[in-house]
């Protein structure tokens, strides 16, 4: 049977080789039998970042690794930038932002109904890599008539929250790993329907995690926190009998109004309604610029290019950075990323995608 593949991508798009050559690799995977890449497609350990596989009888966990049920939440504040209490917010977080955000949480958690078990204290932490909270405030407005149904208004305060199942996410993995390595395994077998089965308390987990984050960090700055969106990014979900949808770093619009394809902490990110029926692009579109280089080669290069932390913290758009790891605030430097208006502009070439609104960061955070 011929697969079908297609790549999002456009002449302008920043696209390694590697990444190219990945998605290919996976496509010839016994049962997979399509497969859609996006215009973040970037190379990740040895499956690509930004790109969907549907497959036939068979899952592959490995195409989705440790991070099981990575998503991004948005939430509405209900105040406008100018009334946005920064400095309120940065006091309350003080110095040790992470045990700081995760003490608020818990105390959000503990109210909550719903609650899901958390043994191993991941429950407030964002964790590392790209994962981050930010406040970001709308921009420009293209869809007046959606942003009405939402109570999103010009200058108005929005809360993105980044972030997966922790470590939660990487037990699952390994312990599948340790028996399977990289194969896949047939979805019906006991393997599969365990892991399936533990996949989806994975999803709901991080989902609650990142729900009670929103809560703590809108409480911290004496906002509200309604929630406008949850969209999952990385994740093998049921699409018809026996045949299943594995999502790398491209985010799940089967059922969404919209969806949030996030920037750098130095560019703008974009809300963005999903066009057409989905079927070529597998339901699922890009999640965020996508990076451009790799993390050791993002240090060196920063590094070479600034003479002091100091100036990370201070984007181009006038956005305050809090990240405590050095490291991290080098990897995660705004020109480690592709250009975002490159990859919107090909979600709309290829009519996969339409601008609501554009939203600019003015808060990001990464303890």
């Not at 948005?74 to 110095?95: I, P, Y």
Request: aromatic fraction near 8%.
């Amino acid at each position: 049977m011929d697969k079908k593949s297609t790549i999002y991508c456009g002449q302008k798009t920043w696209l390694e080789g590697p990444a190219a050559e990945q998605f290919n690799r996976v496509i010839d995977f016994p049962g997979i039998i399509q497969g859609a890449a996006f215009p973040d497609l970037h190379p990740g350990r040895g499956v690509p970042v930004g790109a969907a596989f549907l497959s036939e009888n068979i899952i592959y966990p490995a195409l989705i690794g440790n991070d099981i049920g990575c998503g991004m939440t948005l939430f509405n504040t209900g105040v406008n930038e100018h009334k946005f209490k920064q400095d309120k917010l940065f006091r309350k977080l003080g110095t040790e932002v992470e045990k700081t955000l995760k003490h608020a949480a818990w105390e959000i958690a503990s109210s909550e109904s719903g609650t899901v078990a958390d043994p191993e204290n991941f429950l407030g932490t964002l964790g590392h890599g790209n994962h981050f909270a930010e406040f970001l405030t709308i921009d420009k407005i293209l869809d007046e008539e959606f942003c009405r149904q939402k109570d999103i208004c010009k200058n108005r305060i929005l809360l993105l929250i980044h972030s997966g199942s922790r470590g939660y996410g990487e037990f699952l993995w390994r312990d599948f790993a340790a028996k399977h390595g990289d194969d896949g395994v047939v979805c019906n077998s006991t393997d599969g329907r365990n892991y399936l089965e533990k996949h989806t308390e994975l999803i709901r987990w991080a989902a609650f995690n990142r729900r009670i984050i929103g809560k703590a960090l809108c409480k911290m700055a004496a906002c509200d926190a309604e929630m406008l969106i949850d969209a999952v990014h990385n994740s093998i979900t049921p699409y018809g009998k026996n045949t299943f949808i594995h999502r790398k770093g491209a985010s799940n619009v089967e059922s969404a109004q919209a969806v949030i394809v996030a920037g750098s902490r130095g560019s703008c990110s974009y809300l963005v309604a999903p066009v057409g029926d989905g079927v070529e692009n597998i339901h699922s579109i890009a999640h965020g610029a996508g990076r451009k280089w790799n993390r050791q080669s993002t240090r060196d290069r920063v590094r070479a290019k600034h003479d002091s932390m100091d100036s990370l913290l201070k984007t181009k758009l006038g956005t305050t950075v809090i990240c405590p790891d050095k490291n991290l605030l080098y990897e995660e430097a705004p020109e480690a990323y592709k250009d975002i208006t490159t990859v919107i502009n090909d979600l709309q070439d290829f009519k996969l995608a339409k601008v609501i609104a554009v939203l600019r960061p003015v808060v990001n955070i990464k303890p």
